[in-house]
């Protein structure tokens, strides 16, 4: 996610962090390069106007003078400036527990809306409501089906009807099936065009007119660049939104899109999407996002990810002494189940800002493409005796050799993979638990 940015502002910033003083053509040099760095990343010209005088107002040579470390101040400044520019403070979404709730995606085709409507009943879901999904594209071909299939793969209920049927009448039949059968949140997937048209708009018109909707979210493609300020600035004026979903910025996305949203259109960013499983959207965080491109990491967001994949008493497990003295190769393998659980390696590097995310770079180089990598591993696990996984140390030449023609590997893979697991182990005697980690990285 902003992974280009994230880099240009790394290495700008590495240049002053260590200075003792910082003088002002050093001050004038960062903000050329940042306003160079914030323009690349397709960031609108009147936002980075606003940020360079921001920053230059108070990364003063006086005010910076003050400091003991002065490239870090700076740091800080850019920090407070990109989480205003961000939004500040989380948006959530208006949910009332006490009534059944409406929440209505629009934007155009291809920008992501059917996906992102699981995605989104599934978070839902994930935190304790009761969502129904609505098939209401009557245009795109199969847009109902891919609705139901992936619907049924995350374990959501999707309404479907016949689509002789008029959009209207599919959705108000919806909203009363939801009311009367409890559903907490009703989330309709809606009509999409290539481009913003009057057929469009009027459709949309005519839905929030014959039911009440709670949340009209603007999914939109972060891949479209500055196109996107323009499609969401049309949609809400002429339907009115209430928040956007920020779709595909795991991609090659550069990033101004969401650096530019807040600022031009006064609207929220809810979510984002951030890969293509079911799994794969977060709720935007200003502050955190602002924590990823400076380098910083977030780990906030990588702690509920941990918390929500691991139950207590494992957590509690991996903090014993013991346990990390004993890991074997089934502790091992369990470790890395629940790191594909949490996400992709991807991810979760992202999400780390120290030395730790070492160790995953090392194992995701060796991996090579990730789900093939997992699955040469559990081969070669499996491949393995009961008494080899709990005691790796018997696991000598002829042992591997054996493994390697089972797993259908090559003994260097097999070889790979002890080593990873020998450096894991070793990594391990010398950490805290996660337990004891998590309440550390929460303050």
Same mark, same amino acid.
């Given at each position: ?8 502002f790394q290495l700008i910033f590495s ?8 003088? !002002? ?5 960062? %903000?050329?390069?940042?306003?160079? =760095?914030?323009? !690349?990343? /397709?960031? *609108? ?33 850019? *920090?407070?400036?990109?989480? +205003? @520019? %961000? ?50 594209? &009557?245009? &795109? ?6 609705? =139901? ?12 009807? $016949? ?5 209207? /009448? @599919? ?23 290539? *481009? ?37 600035? $049309?949609?809400?004026? +002429? ?5 956007? @979903? ?11 899109? =969401? ?88 991810? @979760? ?5 120290f030395k730790f995310s070492n160790s ?14 997992? &699955? &040469? ?15 790796? /140390? ?9 493994? =390697? ?7 260097? +893979? ?15 005697? *010398? ?13």
């Amino acid at each position: 996610m902003l992974d280009r940015l994230s880099e240009k502002f790394q290495l700008i910033f590495s240049k002053i962090r260590e200075k003792g003083k910082i003088s !002002e053509s050093d001050i004038k040099q960062s %903000l050329r390069e940042v306003k160079i =760095a914030l323009l !690349e990343a /397709d960031v *609108h010209y009147k936002v980075v106007k606003d940020f360079i005088v921001k920053l230059e107002e108070q990364a003063s040579q006086e005010v910076l003078s003050k400091t003991l470390t002065p490239g870090q101040q700076i740091i800080k400044i850019t *920090h407070g400036i990109l989480t +205003e @520019i %961000l939004g500040e403070t989380q948006s959530k979404l208006s949910i009332n527990d006490k009534i059944s709730n409406t929440i209505l995606l629009i934007g155009l085709q291809g920008s992501g809306k059917t996906t992102t409507a699981v995605k989104l009943a599934l978070n839902l879901k994930n935190n304790g409501y009761l969502p129904l999904l609505v098939a209401a594209d &009557r245009i &795109r071909p199969a847009a109902i089906e891919q609705l =139901a299939i992936m619907g049924k793969k995350a374990g959501i209920d999707v309404f479907t009807r $016949d689509i002789n049927k008029s959009t209207i /009448d @599919i959705i108000f039949e919806a909203v009363q099936w939801s009311k009367e059968h409890k559903y907490d949140v009703t989330i309709i997937d809606t009509a999409g065009r290539l *481009h913003i048209d009057k057929e469009l708009i009027q459709e949309l018109k005519n839905i929030k007119n014959s039911i009440n909707v709670n949340e009209t979210l603007l999914v939109l493609d972060a891949l479209m660049g500055q196109d996107a300020l323009r499609v969401a600035n $049309d949609f809400n004026n +002429e339907v009115g939104a209430d928040g956007f @979903i920020l779709t595909k910025l795991d991609g090659d996305a550069r990033g101004g899109v =969401a650096l530019s949203l807040k600022s031009r259109t006064n609207l929220p960013i809810k979510f984002v999407g951030i890969g293509e499983k079911i799994t794969d959207l977060e709720p935007f965080y200003p502050e955190r996002i602002s924590s990823r491109i400076l380098g910083m990491g977030d780990t906030l967001t990588l702690i509920e990810k941990i918390e929500s994949n691991y139950a207590r008493n494992e957590l509690q497990n991996m903090g014993k002494k013991a346990f990390r003295e004993q890991f074997n190769l089934n502790d091992f393998y369990e470790q890395f189940k629940k790191i594909k659980s949490i996400g992709s390696l991807d991810n @979760i590097l992202n999400l780390m800002p120290f030395k730790f995310s070492n160790s995953l770079k090392n194992m995701k180089e060796e991996l090579g493409d990730e789900e093939k990598g997992f &699955r &040469r591993v559990e081969a070669i696990l499996c491949s393995m005796t009961r008494q080899e996984k709990i005691d790796p /140390d018997i696991i000598n030449g002829s042992r591997r050799r054996r493994i =390697a023609k089972g797993s259908g590997t090559t003994v260097s +893979e097999v070889n790979r993979l002890i080593n990873q697991f020998f450096k894991m182990k070793k990594f391990l005697k *010398h950490q805290v638990g996660l337990d004891s980690l998590i309440p550390f990285m929460r303050k």
